[in-house]
């Protein structure tokens, strides 16, 4: 993402908390920092993407931190995934700097990274997505401000249903065809031409029969979204009982060893369950 805009013709300035993420920017114009703080004091838009919440706020507001040497006017914009609480959080204590918060997770995988076709859903003060707008459609392809702080985590919350929903049901569709002695593979390429299409069957699925796991977005990290959806749909008293199963499945699938594959391994649970 942040190559992207790198040919856009924009300066890097870079931070990392592990360094071998900073080797493929040695071939462009980019300057590597000691610290978070250190390149907050460099640049008008700083962005962020890591693992979860407690990441964001050490990376914002610990030591060294970006709150610690940003200029009123700055612009952060966090690209992880986590709780609408703690994105609005972070905009409270951000805004004592006088610095702006955008929460901006992202759909579309390592695939949608690499071919800058993301899907971007943005929380945060219209002024500051203006700002940061030229510089999320150098990485997306869909570029959406949802609403006020957070909300771009509730869109994402949302995304995750959806798709988590999606594999779920793939997987068991292909495990009834399989069980039925009807070839999965002619059953796909007969479904992705109705109403069932979507991405999932025809992106996901095909990769589901084909054996491929290897990651584009590992169970793990899907596991900790769907957390969050659940702590959400407690507090707000919504009964999401499809996404709660959906929760269960990529519990058990982390809990057996395999939080380091795509969480389109949930075919494999479901596949251990009807053996």
């Not at 999320?136 to 771009?152: K, L, N, P, Q, Y």
């Not at 009964?239 to 499945?249: C, E, F, G, H, R």
């Amino acid at each position: 993402m942040a190559l992207h805009l790198a040919k856009a013709g924009h300066r890097l300035h870079l931070w990392a908390r592990r360094p071998e993420s900073l080797r493929p920017f040695r071939e462009c114009d980019a300057k590597e920092y000691a610290s978070p703080a250190e390149v907050a004091a460099q640049v008008d838009v700083l962005f962020t993407m890591v693992a979860d919440g407690p990441d964001v706020s050490a990376v914002l507001l610990g030591p060294n931190g970006v709150s610690s040497g940003a200029r009123p006017g700055l612009v952060v914009v966090d690209m992880s995934t986590i709780s609408p609480e703690t994105a609005r959080e972070m905009a409270m204590r951000l805004a004592v700097h006088k610095v702006d918060f955008l929460d901006a997770p992202v759909s579309g995988g390592e695939r949608g990274a690499k071919e800058a076709t993301l899907t971007i859903m943005v929380g945060g003060k219209a002024e500051a997505y203006e700002k940061a707008r030229p510089l999320f459609e150098c990485m997306g392809r869909t570029v959406t401000r949802i609403g006020a702080s957070g909300a771009g985590q509730v869109a994402k919350a949302c995304n995750q249903i959806l798709v988590g929903a999606g594999i779920a049901a793939v997987s068991e569709a292909f495990q009834l065809a399989q069980k039925s002695g009807v070839d999965p593979v002619k059953v796909r390429e007969a479904l992705l031409g109705g109403s069932a299409y979507s991405k999932v069957l025809d992106l996901h699925g095909k990769r589901m029969l084909e054996g491929d796991f290897a990651p584009g977005f590992k169970a793990w990290m899907h596991q900790k979204d769907m957390r969050i959806v659940m702590e959400q749909a407690g507090k707000a008293g919504v009964a999401l009982p499809t996404a709660a199963l959906v929760s269960q499945l990529l519990n058990a699938l982390v809990g057996s060893g395999l939080g380091e594959e795509d969480s389109i391994a949930i075919y494999k649970v479901l596949e251990k369950l009807s053996a």
